[in-house]
């Protein structure tokens, strides 16, 4: 997306500085025993929330990589119907409402992004094509597909990508809401990636340090989005 900007418009309201600092405190403890823990908790923290229908279903983002990946399938459980979920989930990236994560912990690392706490109006559109920025010095990464209300996915199929990306591993990262009644909905995180059995050593503890800070990342989302829309009084 364009003009992104580094603070919301006065208007918006933002995390709270005591809620920041808390969850901060929470993620670098998080982070510590994750990556200790890795080798060991990766088997059970890799699917973390998800049941074995959503890890063994094919998902529609997954066409955006080859056959030759592997999955990482996350999930919560909201008490709040799937148009409110996707009311929030829409509005993330960086200078729009954020990625709803340890805001700490992201600026700590030079990311100075804001997570936003309420609904904003004109975050609420995206188009297959439209890019969400992470980084304010890094490229934005496409939306592949989308339907509005119930998935985005991130990436270009391998059909689509230019020479400079085929020797990068593809990669596609989607956000998918089932509602579960009127009242109830489930909020699902897929992520493939193509792999080889010819990566280096330095590829593979690159994959292993990601694959620890992504979960940590994402459980905090995830709880992040159950939190807003569970409190949005729209329902």
């Known amino acids: 997306m364009s ?16 809620r920041c600092l808390f969850e901060g405190v929470e993620g670098l403890g998080v982070a510590v025993c994750v990556l200790l823990s890795w080798p060991v908790s990766r088997k059970w923290l890799k699917d973390w929330g998800a049941i074995q229908a959503e890890r063994e279903s094919t998902w529609p983002g997954d066409s955006l990589v080859d056959s030759n990946h592997k999955t990482v399938t996350r999930a919560i459980d909201i008490g709040a119907p799937a148009e409110v979920v996707w009311s929030w989930l829409v509005q993330v990236g960086f200078g729009r409402a954020g990625f709803y994560s340890y805001e700490l912990l992201e600026r700590l690392v030079g990311i100075p992004v804001v997570n936003v706490e309420s609904i904003v109006p004109e975050w609420q559109l995206l188009s297959v094509g439209d890019e969400i920025v992470l980084h304010p010095k890094s490229p934005g990464i496409p939306i592949g597909l989308l339907k509005s209300g119930e998935y985005i996915c991130f990436g270009e199929s391998p059909e689509t990508r230019d020479a400079a990306s085929e ?37 593979k503890l690159a994959s292993w340090f990601g694959g620890a800070i992504d979960f940590v990342m994402e459980q905090r989302m995830l709880r992040t989005l159950k939190r807003l829309a569970e409190s949005d009084g729209s329902h």
Do not use: F, V
């Open 3 to 18: 003009n992104q900007r580094l603070e919301p418009p006065d208007h918006i309201r933002r995390r709270s500085i005591l």
């Open 167 to 203: 020797e990068t591993p593809g990669r596609s990262w989607s956000m998918y809401i089932e509602p579960k009644n009127a009242s109830k909905s489930r909020l699902i995180l897929r992520s493939c990636i193509e792999y080889s059995e010819e990566m280096s050593s330095s590829e």
